[in-house]
């Protein structure tokens, strides 16, 4: 099996984001969370996952139509997953 990634994006994006697809892969996962899940319309590449952190989606009164995965879930995810990526704003510009 190919090494995978959890990207995470803590941020809201300003406009859509023109690398996004350059550092996502088939079996990685993306997990908005804090504002980032204010992102929840990105397309993502086929095969890559994506999920919302609920509690940051609660916090802001959203209904995420991603899958929404609670703390438990999150560390499992991130224990699972082969390196963990933060996207911040210079990478994906």
Same mark, same amino acid.
């Given at each position: 099996m190919a090494p995978s990634t959890l990207f995470l994006l803590p941020l809201r994006l300003p406009a859509p984001p023109r690398r996004l697809g350059a550092w996502l892969r088939p079996g990685d996962e993306l997990l908005l969370l804090e504002d980032g899940?204010?992102? *929840?319309?990105? !397309? $993502? !590449? =086929?095969?890559?996952?994506?999920?919302? $952190? *609920? *509690?940051?989606? =609660?916090?802001?009164? $959203? *209904?995420?139509p991603w899958p929404t995965l609670d703390d438990a879930a999150f560390v499992e995810a991130a224990a699972r997953a082969d390196r963990i990526v933060t996207l911040t704003p210079s990478l994906l510009s």
């Amino acid at each position: 099996m190919a090494p995978s990634t959890l990207f995470l994006l803590p941020l809201r994006l300003p406009a859509p984001p023109r690398r996004l697809g350059a550092w996502l892969r088939p079996g990685d996962e993306l997990l908005l969370l804090e504002d980032g899940v204010y992102n *929840a319309a990105l !397309p $993502l !590449p =086929e095969g890559v996952s994506g999920f919302a $952190l *609920a *509690a940051d989606c =609660e916090a802001r009164g $959203l *209904a995420s139509p991603w899958p929404t995965l609670d703390d438990a879930a999150f560390v499992e995810a991130a224990a699972r997953a082969d390196r963990i990526v933060t996207l911040t704003p210079s990478l994906l510009s």
